[in-house]
Every structure is written in structure tokens, then in C-alpha cells.
């Protein structure tokens, strides 16, 4: 079962790397008391400061490894020139704009590491941290929808929860979607 978590709230600008901010700690720790009931044995993380420092309040609540995984790296699906026709025009402008850096052309890269990360890990209690962009990439595969899909999933909110796990045929079923921690007051 992968439970894929977005990272908690971020400390600071967008355009830098940006560890939590003290209601993201809160947030994490929350979402860290809700998965204490589950057997997980590994956290994994993508590379950035927000999903290590995620990845790390997680672990001191349920006392599981983490571990960096560049596969959870924050993404943007892009469309390449001969798929654009796979989006809405209204959103060609907004996806030209996407930092060459952050850029996957078509999905290919988020694609192969959703179906290495499932098979090497669908039988395992496994907590992926990573971003938005990528957590709704991995739905829309498993739902086997259109590309442009990922656009119309969520908003995939700071710290929450989305499980998937394997249906009897053992293929992936997302069994909770998004779901928001309450925090205590």
C-alpha cells in the first residue's frame, strides 16, 4: 500500500527551496498521528527541503526509515509540441511558462516512476512525500485517465493524504484521495 503525502506547508518564497513553516510542522505531525495506526516501514522523499523536512517529522512519529528518492522530485508534466492537442489552449500558455528544470515532457519521467515505485512497493506499508504536481500525475495514472487530468485533480492541499493499494486482480485503486488532517487547537 503507498500512502502518497504531500509535503506540509512551506516556510518562505516559492521560488526557493523552503523548509516547513511552524503550521507545516503541525500539519505533518498530524498527518504522522493519523498513519501511527499503520504498519509503515519506509518513507520515501523527494529531494527537496520541504519533503526531507516532511519525511522527517513522519519519522519521528512512527520510527520508519527515511530515505531520498529522486524519483519524487517536483515535476511538471508538460506536454511535448505533438501531444499540446492532449490540454486545453486555455492552459498552453501556463505550461510554456514551466522552468525548463521542472519540465517533464509528456510525463515520461513521473510515468516509470510511478510503475517502478508500485511495483517495488505495492506489497510494503510505503509513505511517499512529495509534491502536488507529482501526487496528482500518480492518480491520474493509476485512474488511467487523459493527460491533462492531473490539471483537473484536487488541489491536492499542504500535508494531506492520498492511499492507493491493490484491488483483488492486485491492480492500484486509490482507496482515499486527498484526505485533510484536523489539527488540534
Same mark, same amino acid.
Given at each position: 500500500?503507498? &500512502?502518497?503525502?504531500? &509535503? @506540509?506547508?512551506?516556510? @518562505? ?15 505533518? +505531525? ?14 520515501? &522523499?523527494?529531494?527537496?527541503?520541504? +519533503? ?6 513522519? +519519522? ?21 509540441? $505533438?501531444?499540446? @492537442? ?22 515520461a519521467e513521473l510515468t516509470a516512476a510511478w510503475h517502478k515505485l508500485w511495483f517495488?512497493? &505495492? ?11 507529482v501526487a496528482a500525475w500518480f492518480v491520474r495514472e493509476v485512474l488511467g485517465a ?23 486482480? @492486485? $491492480? ?9 488532517v484536523i489539527l488540534p487547537v
Open positions: 500500500m503507498i &500512502h502518497l503525502v504531500r &509535503h @506540509g506547508e512551506a516556510a @518562505g518564497a516559492e521560488g526557493a527551496d523552503p523548509g516547513l513553516s511552524d503550521l507545516g510542522r503541525r500539519q505533518v +505531525t498530524a498527518l504522522a498521528n493519523r498513519l501511527s495506526f499503520r504498519p509503515v516501514r519506509q518513507i520515501l &522523499h523527494g529531494p527537496s527541503r520541504r +519533503t526531507t523536512q516532511t519525511a522527517q517529522v513522519i +519519522t519521528e512519529v512512527l520510527g520508519a526509515g527515511a530515505q531520498r528518492c529522486d524519483a519524487l522530485a517536483d515535476r511538471t508534466p508538460v506536454p511535448s509540441f $505533438e501531444r499540446r @492537442g492532449d490540454y486545453p489552449t486555455h492552459r498552453w500558455g501556463w505550461l510554456e511558462e514551466v522552468p525548463e528544470a521542472e519540465r517533464d515532457i509528456d510525463g517495488d512497493h &505495492h506489497d510494503d506499508e510505503v509513505v511517499l512525500v512529495t509534491h502536488a504536481f487523459p493527460p491533462a487530468t492531473w490539471m483537473r485533480i484536487g488541489p491536492f492541499d499542504n500535508a494531506t493524504l492520498t492511499t492507493i493499494g491493490p484491488n483483488l486482480a @492486485g $491492480e492500484p485503486v486509490v482507496e482515499t484521495f486527498n484526505a485533510e
